[in-house]
T-cell receptor
Framework: NAGVTQTPKFQVLKTGQSMTLQCAQD?????MYWYRQDPGMGLRLIYY???????DKGEVPNGYNVSRLNKREFSLRLESAAPSQTSVYFC???????????????FGPGTRLLVL | QKEVEQNSGPLSVPEGAIASLNCTYS??????FFWYRQYSGKSPELIMF????GDKEDGRFTAQLNKASQYVSLLIRDSQPSDSATYLC????????????FGKGTLLTVNP
C-alpha cells in the first residue's frame, strides 16, 4: 500500500496562475483533509471531506477550492495564486467512525509551493 | 485563548534524559488527544493517542491526560538524538468526528 500520495512534490507559480494539487489514498478511508503548514503557524485545516460527496471549509479556506473526485481522491485548487499561499500543503486521510483504534490521520509527503 | 497551545521551544535535553512536552486546550468537550512527530522536511506521523485521564505508555513514550486541568503531555524517556523533531499536539473536539485542531508544535533537540 502506498498510503497517501501527493503530486506534485514541488511547484513554483507566478502570482495569478492556477494549479491543482492532487491527493490519493489507497486505505479505503472515508475522510480526507487538506492542511497548510507555515513557519510558526502549525498545521491549519483548509478544507476537509468527511465522506465521498461532501466537502466542508476548515480554518483557512479563502482562495482555495476542493473536489472529492471519488473515495480515493481529493484535490485542492488554487484559482489565482497569491504570494500568501506560499506554504507546504499536506493531504491526510483517516477512516472515521466511532472505532477509536482507527482514529489516526495519515499524512501524505507534502507539496512545497512557492508563489512569486 | 488559542484552542491548542504548546511551547514553541526549542526544548533542549541531553541524551538519556527525560523530555517533557506539554499542551493545553481550551474546549472542555474535547474527546481525543494525539501526539505527532514531525522531522524537518517530512510529514507528521502519529506517536500516540489518549482518550482517558491518566497515563498511557508505549515503549519510551508516555502520554498523560488531565481533563480537569485541560492539559496533555508527552514524556520521552531515555531521549535519543533521533528523537530530535517537532512534536505536534492535536485535539479532536467533542461533536466533531472528523476534524483535528493542531498546536503549533514544540521543537525538541536531544544533544549527544
Amino acid at each position: 500500500n502506498a498510503g497517501v500520495t501527493q503530486t506534485p512534490k514541488f511547484q513554483v507559480l507566478k502570482t495569478g496562475q492556477s494549479m491543482t494539487l492532487q491527493c490519493a489514498q489507497d486505505m479505503n478511508h472515508n475522510s480526507m483533509y487538506w492542511y497548510r503548514q507555515d513557519p510558526g503557524m502549525g498545521l491549519r485545516l483548509i478544507y476537509y471531506s468527511a465522506s465521498e460527496g461532501t466537502t466542508d471549509k476548515g480554518e483557512v479556506p479563502n482562495g482555495y477550492n476542493v473536489s472529492r473526485l471519488n473515495k480515493r481522491e481529493f484535490s485542492l485548487r488554487l484559482e489565482s495564486a497569491a504570494p500568501s499561499q506560499t506554504s507546504v500543503y499536506f493531504c491526510a486521510s483517516f477512516s472515521g467512525g466511532d472505532k477509536r483504534l482507527l482514529e489516526t490521520q495519515y499524512f501524505g509527503p507534502g507539496t512545497r509551493l512557492l508563489v512569486l | 485563548q488559542k484552542e491548542v497551545e504548546q511551547n514553541s521551544g526549542p526544548l533542549s535535553v541531553p541524551e538519556g534524559a527525560i523530555a517533557s512536552l506539554n499542551c493545553t486546550y481550551s474546549d472542555r468537550g474535547s474527546q481525543s488527544f494525539f501526539w505527532y512527530r514531525q522531522y524537518s522536511g517530512k510529514s507528521p506521523e502519529l506517536i500516540m493517542f489518549i482518550y482517558s485521564n491518566g497515563d498511557k505508555e508505549d515503549g519510551r513514550f508516555t502520554a498523560q491526560l488531565n481533563k480537569a486541568s485541560q492539559y496533555v503531555s508527552l514524556l520521552i524517556r531515555d531521549s535519543q538524538p533521533s528523537d530530535s523533531a517537532t512534536y505536534l499536539c492535536a485535539v479532536k473536539k467533542g461533536g466533531s468526528n472528523y476534524k483535528l485542531t493542531f498546536g503549533k508544535g514544540t521543537l525538541l533537540t536531544v544533544n549527544p
